[in-house]
């Protein structure tokens, strides 16, 4: 597993922009990322998979976009090293019911 760079761009309350690099970088075994936010990702450059607790896979390429609704689990399975991946990701808050 590779290291990856996380650059944030901009954040506030609600929202937070990075700018992630990785190259041949992965999640470790039986990690999962269940975060309380939403993720809406678009892979720049590279190729990438992007694993499901449920056991189902995303494979992006350059120029695919995913959302990832907040507590979904997933994974980094893979990301290639040449080119190494670009990835534009926002997080955002989940909205709360106000009824």
Known sequence: MSSEKTEILMENDNVRIERITS????SPEGFWYDQSEDEWVAL?????????????????????????PAGRKHRVSYTSSDPEC???CVFAKKAKNNE
């Open 86 to 88: 670009v990835w534009f």
């Open 23 to 26: 190259a041949g970088h992965s």
């Open 44 to 68: 720049l450059i590279g190729h990438a998979v992007i694993g499901y607790s449920d056991g189902t896979e995303k494979v992006l390429g350059a120029g695919d976009t995913l959302f990832i």
